[in-house]
């Protein structure tokens, strides 16, 4: 088992909005011979769309909206990629993935440098202590300077850069990279389209410093100036989390690809022992264990089936082997297991701790269900809630299709595309909708008409602010307010108060002051 595990390199790809990261993954699958052409999420000249984005509205618009799980072979290395979601919006789902991956590959725009939403990401891949590697992309348009784009990850996420190459040439003028390890010369040629692997070329320092002149003699400059002021990779501190490895690229061009690909398989941590809600650790050599990150469903449009992705914790899955869930303590059949790579899909026949398992028709799993084999009964922390600030009433255009329309906001919720409130007073037709961002809801009315045949009419209400409202009993007060509505939350009965603004709350906890209301605090465990 540990053999099997230390094959295994399980990690997310993190990043602001188009900085590349659907890209890049198409070009580590490209790299490791798993696709023969690498795809791109705007497509030019012809040139293919990327595997990981399969949803339709991911291709229209060229953006990731679902998380991507991808398995592929790397040498004797076993891959588990998981490709997020950029955009605040879908936030909460991005937060789930990070849960269950043993690293990230932090992606920075070489013009951008670190964004908004790389800066929330990264925050949390320190809170749950995920080490961090950095790429960063694009170098092969016109960018800021290298030394430039360090000194901002020193400064502003207070993370100690350590390259373990250095671009020669700069942003907009890629010739290579220099390898601060072997001090040799790295040469990158494009094919036609980029869609096919770039040609490497290998050589000495002498032989490049006589070729690329004075772009060469300045990259060993600013190498040196990096290792004088303590930039040199230190392994510690790298699983530490208190410094990053910085490599850098062009993913649309396949440049540099290899090089980051090369460092996961070396550098980053192979699955370690999960800590369970006892906070002991479930060692790997113990029978089967793993926790449901994420449920989807509608990726194969024929029979509209429902996939529970989980990732192993510990022991050796095997098909069709009976699991507890440990949520309801009820067996569970794994008959049909599945690997994943974007749509496409194979059985598996057994996986290991690190491993990400797709089951299919799983209906009984929710996001953040334990499952596992033999006793005590073994749970892991529950995932990351987030605080809606979005609300629409829901209602079908066709009140003749009301059975598709309820079953298809039953499936969002219990993929946590939306979070479903009901209350008497608007009674069961018409559910509020509630999300951390409003691009949510496009998704939700996107998929319920693909998916149900529904055409979806939302009516966006006042309110930006939820609170749990502690006791039920007092539900009147906050609906005699005038302000604020109570409603119920379906996937566990949770009563939310929902107000317009922090005044509104403040007004009525001063009237009221035995009102007992609960925060919902984005990315802190239910």
């Known amino acids: 088992m540990p053999r099997e595990a230390g094959r295994r390199r399980t990690f997310g790809v993190i990043s602001h909005p188009d900085a590349g990261k659907s890209t890049l993954t198409e070009a580590l699958a490209l790299h490791a011979r798993v696709i023969s052409e690498a795809g791109a999420v705007h497509g030019k000249a012809g040139r293919k769309g990327v595997v990981s984005d399969w949803l339709a509205m991911e291709q229209s618009r060229g953006i990731s909206i679902t998380s991507a799980a991808l398995q592929f072979g790397y040498g004797d290395t076993v891959i588990n990629l998981l490709d997020t979601p950029g955009h605040a919006d879908f936030s909460e789902d991005t937060y789930r993935v990070l849960s269950a991956v043993d690293s990230a590959v932090m992606l ?34 016109p960018g800021r300077e290298a030394l430039e784009l360090c000194d901002e ?12 190459n250095w671009p020669v040439g700069e942003a907009g003028h890629f010739r290579g990279v220099l390898d601060r390890g072997t001090g040799e010369f790295t040469r990158f040629t494009r094919t036609a389209g980029g869609a096919t692997l ?62 980051l690909l090369d460092t996961i398989v070396e550098l980053a941590p192979r699955p370690t022992p999960r800590v369970d809600v006892a906070e002991k650790p479930r060692e790997l050599e113990t029978p089967f264990s793993g926790f449901v990150f994420k449920v989807q469903t509608g990726m194969d449009p024929a029979h509209r089936d429902r996939v529970a992705f989980v990732r192993v914790c510990s022991g050796r899955f095997e098909r069709g082997m009976v699991v507890t869930h440990a949520q309801t303590g009820r067996p569970f059949s794994t008959k ?40 005590p009964v073994v749970r892991f922390p529950k995932l990351p809630s987030f605080a809606p600030e979005h609300f629409s009433v829901a209602r079908p255009s066709d009140l003749g299709r009301a059975k598709q329309f309820r079953k298809g906001i039953q499936q969002l919720e219990e993929e946590g595309v939306v979070q479903v409130l009901r209350s008497d007073r608007r009674g069961d037709a018409a559910p509020v909708l509630a999300a951390v961002g409003p691009m949510q809801f496009e998704v939700a009315a996107h998929r319920i008409e693909a998916e149900f045949g529904v055409k979806l009419l939302l009516d966006r209400l006042p309110y930006r602010i939820a609170r749990i409202l502690v006791d039920s009993g007092q539900r009147s007060i906050v609906d005699r307010s005038g302000r604020a509505e109570v409603l119920r939350r379906d996937r566990d009965g949770v009563d939310l108060a929902l107000f317009p603004d922090p005044v509104a709350v403040g007004s009525l906890q001063r009237l009221h002051p035995e009102l007992k209301l609960e925060a919902l605090v984005a990315g802190a465990d239910d």
């Not at 990850?153 to 373990?164: E, K, Y």
């Not at 491993?355 to 334990?370: K, W, Y």
């Open 108 to 141: 920075l725009d070489a013009a951008k440098g670190l964004e908004p939403q790389t800066l929330k990401l990264f925050d949390v891949c320190r809170h749950r202590g995920i080490p961090v590697i950095t790429f960063v992309n694009k170098w092969d348009r």
């Open 198 to 259: 770039a040609t490497e070329e290998t050589m000495s320092a002498e032989r490049a410093a006589e070729e690329e002149g004075a772009e060469w003699e300045r990259a060993v400059e600013e190498s040196e100036l990096l290792s004088l002021s303590g930039s040199d990779f230190d392994l510690d501190a790298f699983l530490s989390g208190k410094a990053t490895p910085v490599l850098f690229g062009a993913g649309v061009l396949n440049m540099g690809v290899r090089q």
């Open 336 to 375: 049909y297991a599945q690997q994943m790579f974007g749509r496409e899909r194979n059985t598996v026949e057994e996986a290991f701790p690190g491993d990400v398992v797709g089951l299919v028709n799983a209906n009984a799993l929710q996001v953040g269900d334990t499952l596992h084999v033999g006793k």
């Open 153 to 164: 990850i020193s400064t502003r996420i207070d993370l100690t850069p350590m390259p373990l």
